[in-house]
């Protein structure tokens, strides 16, 4: 449909109704489906929805949506959605085995490269990718998701062999969250399926079930009625039509469906109250669920009641937020979220994270501000601001629509699927909501509250460590806090703004003493008067995106050992704590509607700035940086709650085991070298006010050896201006520095360390080598080739063959200072009494690479990987960012990213066999470390311990779980 032709139909739905006030007539009118979209439903009952988007070429997103998920699941069949979803990986009518994957692999498309699946309560999402310039890929791809639907093999032997996957899988997610989300759940969910239904099941059922009862779980939800499939991307959306028709349409129907179940989750007049607590839990977190029936957004009326919802919770939320930044606050974290959590419940969610002891005034505050509300309302200043933001977001939307990324897109069907939402464009939605908005009433809006916090059918949480018992309220002293807050008479909100500018006058401009141009790869380099160097790349990859970032040698090396723990923290504090005369919520309020944003940032080795912005605010950007250079804010008050809410965050975070491991290991490999650590909790007490402007005055003094990269959708003659007027006027000295080496160097020779710790009856066990590297673009090729193939083969090797994991991935890390050199690390978790066999079969794994023992076929697919990889990112801002940025770092040509192709085509297995001899030396330098679970009697075999009450996490709890939030289903990912 053409521009004129998506305009006038809009205009004639916004034209049926005058939106002052609507109707019933007008509210009941179904809201407009996106023209460009084709859907429709096959002879045999599946559906479909076909999108054509361009970006990124030659690419198309396919989803097989089914309509079942672990609710689905008879008793016998607990965790056999989600086996289901394993299996349709392991073996279909014309592709035996692994050959589903291996086909995909083959043509860059595997698992390192968007092959993927999901398992929830209510649903089994299938996604695949594939080129769309070969018609027999094409083809190819669409088989592989049609058998999926219909044609699943379940052979016995790869069933067996999937089991120990799956195990695994239950075994590496025994965590603290995990059990403190079943207790909670338990209670949110009492008395209906749900609470009984965790996706990814119960170890009797997993352990024991047979052939003939998975069978029957797809037999009896896997048919086309029951299905859908999504495809998004560069291709002839008709040319498509015709091909679903050709690859589904065969599908037989299913005659005598089995009859969905309609499942809901019971009212409770009286608030849901659970407090659990957790050894190894590492935060205290309170959560407020208001929960309702589940509501479509398919009608005029849906969408307006869904609009006043979003502004309402969006303003409480900015409340909630400037309390998290007083002195003291009750939480480091509060937020409030309206929409729908499964097929049958719905609800308002208000989520805090808390400083220990405070749960009861999160809870407390979240209710009383809520109360203040719907006492007072909100001013008439909170929402403009509100409205602004929200029309900026959706104009924003129209803007990136030539420029959206398929994959994005797909996530917008699951919402139509699950409730029945309508599926708009980027116009059609935003001028319905601008529409909306002029009826829209403050007046109308306040009297809301009601609505979205009921007396009934509330639920409270409050999760916590066990250390932090004592500090928590008994379920009587919360329920008599949740009835004070009702009757609780707050005084009307001050709404203040300060009424500056970001700057008040404009610096005066440098110039431009040189200027290079790259006119292959159309990148400009300015030399500014005080020796900033600016690369700009202008690009039309998104519409709507400018991104920057700059980078200077220094860095942490720089410092003394004293000021690290500042150092460490203090990106952060800059980014809370405002510019200028302007705290962070004044900064927010000021630029409100706009899309601008900047941080400053700091390594190791280096300090700089990260930003971004749409082209219309790219100013205000420029602005953002100037006032962090040149005028931050340190101020006492935001210092103290910023110090608080750090606190909190950090206090119990090594509880966790898994938290714990990585912490060790980062020791371990650069031997306690506090360079290299990230801060601990009891370092913030090292940390101070007077250290961080020092250290900030330190390293952003000077700025004439910073080197800025922008690309984006931006105006030259703009971005000209603006760097003159707010880089160009940066200080620079010319202050000459060199990297400070304070012996930090990666571990040698071979060592074990082993130590216990963790309740859960799981192993954690990484093993790394360290090796010198030298810099080259023919390097850096080697080793992304070399990592395609060693994690394929560790998948293929201690994932499938030996069952012995769910996740094994092997990665690099490579240091320039004080000696170029790599890191590689392998990580698994497993069952600790198969830890060393495993780690054995890693060393196997990697020396049949060293030796080149392995099939052409892995050389072709990571060629395929890293060039279909390529081909997609080298149309993104991002991409020539970083590319840019790492020819900046190792002092290369600025568009030697560029020749990667050309290098990727020239791959063989010598040049990855030889690049596993030089890296991965195992033989000289290894580390093994290995966690396992503390021996305790207390401890029953699923790492459950049966002393807590029934407020805590037992063993029974190992079958439910879900994080509770707003859309989420927690969902189990295949890979």
Same mark, same amino acid.
């Given at each position: 449909?053409?521009?004129?032709?998506?305009?006038?139909?809009?205009?004639?739905?916004?034209?049926?109704?005058?939106?002052?006030?609507?109707?019933?007539?007008?509210?009941?009118?179904?809201?407009?489906?996106?023209?460009?979209?084709?859907?429709?439903?096959?002879?045999?009952?599946?559906?479909?929805?076909?999108?054509?988007?361009?970006?990124?070429?030659?690419?198309?997103?396919?989803?097989?949506?089914?309509?079942?998920?672990?609710?689905?699941?008879?008793?016998?069949?607990?965790?056999?959605?989600?086996?289901? %979803?394993?299996?349709?990986?392991?073996?279909?009518?014309?592709?035996?085995?692994?050959?589903?994957?291996?086909?995909?692999? /083959?043509?860059?498309?595997?698992?390192?490269?968007?092959?993927?699946?999901?398992?929830?309560?209510?649903?089994?999402?299938?996604?695949?990718?594939?080129?769309?310039? $070969?018609?027999?890929?094409?083809?190819?791809?669409?088989?592989?998701?049609?058998?999926?639907?219909?044609?699943?093999?379940?052979?016995?032997?790869?069933?067996?062999?999937?089991?120990?996957?799956?195990?695994?899988?239950?075994?590496?997610?025994?965590?603290?969250?995990?059990?403190?989300?079943?207790?909670?759940?338990?209670?949110?969910?009492?008395?209906?399926?749900?609470?009984?239904?965790?996706?990814?099941?119960?170890?009797?059922?997993?352990?024991?079930?047979?052939?003939?009862?998975?069978?029957?779980?797809?037999?009896?939800?896997?048919?086309?009625?029951?299905?859908?499939?999504?495809?998004?991307?560069?291709?002839?959306?008709?040319?498509?039509?015709?091909?679903?028709?050709?690859?589904?349409?065969?599908?037989?129907?299913?005659?005598?469906?089995?009859?969905?179940?309609?499942?809901?989750?019971?009212?409770?007049?009286?608030?849901?109250?659970?407090?659990?607590?957790?050894?190894?839990?590492?935060?205290?977190?309170?959560?407020?669920?208001?929960?309702?029936?589940?509501?479509?957004? =398919?009608?005029?009326?849906?969408?307006?009641?869904?609009?006043? %919802?979003?502004?309402?919770?969006?303003?409480?939320?900015?409340?909630?937020? %400037?309390? =998290?930044?007083?002195?003291?606050?009750?939480?480091?974290?509060?937020?409030?979220?309206?929409?729908?959590?499964?097929?049958?419940?719905?609800?308002?969610?208000?989520?805090?994270?808390?400083?220990?002891?405070?749960?009861?005034?999160?809870?407390?505050?979240?209710?009383?501000?809520?109360?203040?509300?719907?006492?007072?309302?909100?001013?008439?200043?909170?929402?403009?601001?509100?409205?602004?933001?929200?029309?900026?977001?959706?104009?924003?939307?129209?803007?990136?629509?030539?420029?959206?990324?398929?994959?994005?897109?797909?996530?917008?069907?699951?919402?139509?699927?699950?409730?029945?939402?309508?599926?708009?464009?980027?116009?059609?939605?935003?001028?319905?909501?601008?529409?909306?908005?002029?009826?829209?009433?403050?007046?109308?809006?306040?009297?809301?509250?009601?609505?979205?916090?009921?007396?009934?059918?509330?639920?409270? /949480?409050?999760?916590?460590?066990?250390?932090?018992?004592?500090?928590?309220?008994?379920?009587?002293?919360?329920?008599?806090?949740?009835?004070?807050?009702?009757? =609780?008479?707050?005084?009307?909100?001050?709404?203040?703004?300060?009424?500056?500018?970001?700057?008040?006058?404009?610096?005066?401009?440098?110039?431009?003493?040189?200027?290079?141009?790259?006119?292959?790869?159309?990148?400009?380099?300015?030399?500014?008067?005080?020796?900033?160097?600016?690369?700009?790349?202008?690009?039309?990859?998104?519409?709507? %995106?400018?991104?920057?970032?700059?980078?200077?040698?220094?860095?942490?090396?720089?410092?003394?050992?004293?000021?690290?723990?500042?150092?460490?923290?203090?990106?952060?504090?800059?980014?809370?704590?405002?510019?200028?005369?302007?705290?962070?919520?004044?900064?927010?309020?000021?630029?409100?509607?706009?899309?601008?944003?900047?941080?400053?940032?700091?390594?190791?080795?280096?300090?700089?700035?990260?930003?971004?912005?749409?082209?219309?605010?790219?100013? @205000?950007?420029?602005?953002?940086?100037?006032?962090?250079?040149?005028?931050?804010?340190?101020?006492?008050?935001?210092?103290?709650?910023?110090?608080?809410?750090?606190?909190?965050?950090?206090?119990?975070?090594?509880?966790?085991?898994?938290?714990?491991?990585?912490?060790?290991?980062?020791?371990?490999?650069?031997?306690?070298?506090?360079?290299?650590?990230?801060?601990?909790?009891?370092?913030?007490?090292?940390?101070?006010?007077?250290?961080?402007?020092?250290?900030?005055?330190?390293?952003?003094?000077?700025?004439?050896?910073?080197?800025?990269?922008?690309?984006?959708?931006?105006?030259?003659?703009?971005?000209?201006?603006?760097?003159?007027?707010?880089?160009?006027?940066?200080?620079?000295?010319?202050?000459?520095?060199?990297?400070?080496?304070?012996?930090?160097?990666?571990?040698?020779?071979?060592?074990?360390?082993?130590?216990?710790?963790?309740?859960?009856?799981?192993?954690?066990?990484?093993?790394?080598?360290?090796?010198?590297?030298?810099?080259?673009?023919?390097?850096?090729?080697?080793?992304?080739?070399?990592?395609?193939?060693?994690?394929?083969?560790?998948?293929?090797?201690?994932?499938?063959?030996?069952?012995?994991?769910?996740?094994?991935?092997?990665?690099?890390?490579?240091?320039?200072?004080?000696?170029?050199?790599?890191?590689?690390?392998? @990580?698994?978790?497993?069952?600790?009494?198969?830890?060393?066999?495993?780690?054995?079969?890693?060393?196997?794994?990697?020396?049949?690479?060293?030796?080149?023992?392995?099939?052409?076929?892995?050389? =072709?697919?990571?060629?395929?990987?890293?060039?279909?990889?390529?081909? $997609?990112?080298?149309?993104?801002?991002?991409?020539?960012?970083?590319?840019?940025?790492?020819?900046?770092?190792?002092?290369?040509?600025?568009?030697?990213?560029? $020749?990667?192709?050309?290098?990727?085509?020239? @791959?063989?297995?010598?040049?990855?066999?030889?690049?596993?001899?030089?890296?991965?030396?195992?033989?000289?330098?290894?580390?093994?470390?290995?966690?396992?679970?503390?021996?305790?009697?207390?401890?029953?075999?699923?790492?459950?311990?049966?002393?807590?009450?029934?407020?805590?996490?037992?063993?029974?709890?190992?079958?439910?779980?879900?994080?509770?939030?707003?859309?989420?289903?927690?969902?189990?990912?295949?890979?």
């Amino acid at each position: 449909m053409t521009g004129k032709r998506i305009l006038g139909s809009i205009f004639l739905f916004l034209m049926a109704f005058g939106l002052l006030a609507l109707s019933p007539e007008q509210a009941a009118q179904r809201l407009p489906q996106d023209p460009d979209l084709i859907s429709g439903r096959l002879a045999n009952g599946l559906s479909y929805y076909i999108l054509q988007n361009p970006k990124p070429e030659n690419r198309l997103e396919m989803r097989l949506y089914v309509n079942a998920g672990s609710v689905n699941e008879d008793d016998d069949q607990r965790g056999l959605a989600h086996f289901t %979803e394993h299996m349709a990986f392991k073996g279909t009518k014309s592709f035996a085995k692994s050959e589903v994957v291996d086909y995909l692999s /083959s043509i860059g498309m595997g698992f390192m490269n968007g092959l993927n699946a999901a398992t929830s309560y209510e649903f089994t999402y299938y996604m695949l990718k594939v080129p769309t310039d $070969d018609v027999q890929k094409l083809r190819t791809g669409l088989q592989i998701l049609s058998e999926m639907a219909h044609a699943v093999l379940f052979e016995h032997a790869e069933l067996e062999q999937e089991r120990g996957v799956i195990l695994e899988e239950m075994r590496l997610g025994q965590g603290p969250q995990q059990r403190v989300n079943d207790a909670s759940m338990k209670v949110l969910f009492g008395g209906s399926k749900y609470a009984e239904r965790s996706p990814i099941g119960i170890e009797e059922v997993l352990r024991n079930f047979d052939q003939a009862t998975i069978k029957r779980f797809y037999s009896d939800w896997y048919h086309p009625a029951n299905q859908s499939v999504i495809l998004i991307g560069d291709h002839d959306p008709v040319q498509l039509q015709a091909l679903v028709e050709e690859f589904f349409g065969s599908i037989p129907a299913k005659e005598n469906p089995r009859v969905m179940p309609e499942i809901t989750v019971p009212e409770n007049i009286e608030p849901q109250v659970v407090i659990v607590t957790d050894p190894e839990f590492p935060y205290n977190m309170a959560q407020i669920t208001w929960k309702r029936e589940v509501r479509p957004t =398919s009608t005029v009326g849906d969408y307006y009641q869904s609009l006043k %919802e979003e502004l309402y919770c969006d303003m409480l939320s900015t409340r909630l937020e %400037e309390l =998290s930044k007083k002195p003291n606050p009750p939480f480091s974290f509060a937020a409030l979220m309206n929409g729908n959590l499964l097929k049958s419940l719905g609800g308002t969610i208000g989520i805090a994270i808390t400083p220990g002891g405070k749960a009861a005034d999160a809870v407390k505050t979240i209710l009383t501000e809520a109360r203040r509300v719907e006492l007072h309302g909100f001013s008439e200043g909170e929402f403009e601001r509100a409205k602004t933001k929200l029309t900026r977001k959706l104009q924003q939307a129209v803007d990136q629509k030539a420029t959206r990324m398929s994959e994005s897109l797909t996530w917008s069907f699951i919402s139509l699927l699950n409730y029945g939402d309508a599926y708009m464009s980027p116009e059609q939605e935003r001028d319905l909501v601008n529409r909306l908005l002029e009826g829209l009433t403050l007046e109308e809006l306040n009297s809301l509250g009601h609505s979205l916090f009921p007396d009934t059918n509330l639920f409270v /949480s409050l999760t916590a460590p066990e250390s932090a018992q004592e500090s928590l309220p008994s379920e009587e002293a919360l329920l008599a806090l949740i009835n004070e807050a009702k009757d =609780s008479t707050p005084e009307a909100y001050e709404d203040k703004v300060l009424d500056k500018p970001l700057i008040a006058k404009a610096p005066k401009a440098g110039t431009i003493r040189k200027r290079l141009v790259n006119r292959q790869a159309g990148i400009k380099t300015w030399v500014l008067s005080n020796g900033i160097r600016v690369h700009s790349k202008k690009t039309d990859f998104r519409q709507d %995106e400018v991104i920057l970032t700059a980078w200077s040698p220094g860095g942490s090396s720089q410092l003394e050992e004293a000021d690290l723990p500042s150092a460490n923290v203090l990106g952060m504090y800059m980014g809370e704590s405002g510019v200028g005369e302007m705290d962070a919520m004044e900064l927010q309020r000021a630029t409100v509607g706009k899309v601008a944003r900047a941080r400053i940032t700091m390594g190791l080795e280096f300090e700089g700035f990260r930003a971004s912005c749409s082209p219309t605010d790219l100013e @205000l950007m420029f602005q953002l940086i100037h006032q962090y250079a040149t005028n931050p804010r340190f101020d006492e008050e935001a210092f103290d709650s910023f110090i608080d809410r750090m606190a909190s965050m950090l206090e119990n975070s090594l509880k966790d085991p898994q938290t714990y491991f990585f912490d060790q290991l980062s020791s371990a490999i650069y031997k306690d070298n506090p360079y290299q650590q990230s801060i601990h909790p009891e370092q913030l007490q090292d940390v101070d006010l007077q250290r961080l402007e020092s250290i900030f005055a330190d390293r952003f003094a000077d700025f004439s050896d910073f080197q800025f990269v922008i690309v984006g959708n931006f105006d030259e003659d703009e971005l000209m201006r603006y760097v003159r007027t707010y880089l160009g006027s940066l200080p620079g000295t010319n202050r000459k520095e060199k990297f400070q080496d304070h012996n930090i160097r990666p571990f040698s020779g071979v060592s074990e360390v082993r130590f216990e710790r963790g309740i859960g009856d799981r192993c954690f066990a990484s093993i790394v080598t360290t090796a010198p590297y030298r810099a080259s673009l023919e390097n850096r090729v080697a080793m992304q080739a070399l990592f395609q193939v060693y994690n394929e083969r560790l998948r293929e090797n201690v994932r499938e063959e030996l069952s012995g994991v769910y996740v094994v991935q092997a990665w690099p890390e490579i240091s320039r200072y004080p000696s170029p050199h790599m890191v590689t690390n392998v @990580l698994l978790a497993c069952d600790p009494a198969r830890v060393d066999e495993l780690l054995d079969a890693v060393l196997d794994t990697a020396n049949e690479v060293i030796t080149g023992e392995f099939a052409d076929h892995y050389v =072709s697919s990571a060629r395929a990987t890293l060039q279909n990889i390529y081909a $997609d990112r080298i149309k993104t801002n991002s991409y020539w960012v970083d590319g840019i940025l790492f020819g900046i770092t190792e002092d290369r040509a600025l568009d030697s990213f560029l $020749d990667y192709p050309e290098m990727y085509q020239k @791959l063989d297995a010598a040049t990855i066999a030889n690049a596993a001899k030089q890296w991965l030396r195992y033989d000289k330098n290894m580390l093994k470390m290995i966690m396992l679970p503390e021996a305790s009697e207390k401890c029953d075999e699923h790492g459950s311990c049966g002393e807590h009450d029934e407020h805590g996490v037992c063993g029974e709890h190992e079958e439910d779980g879900c994080c509770g939030g707003v859309d989420c289903t927690c969902e189990e990912t295949e890979e």
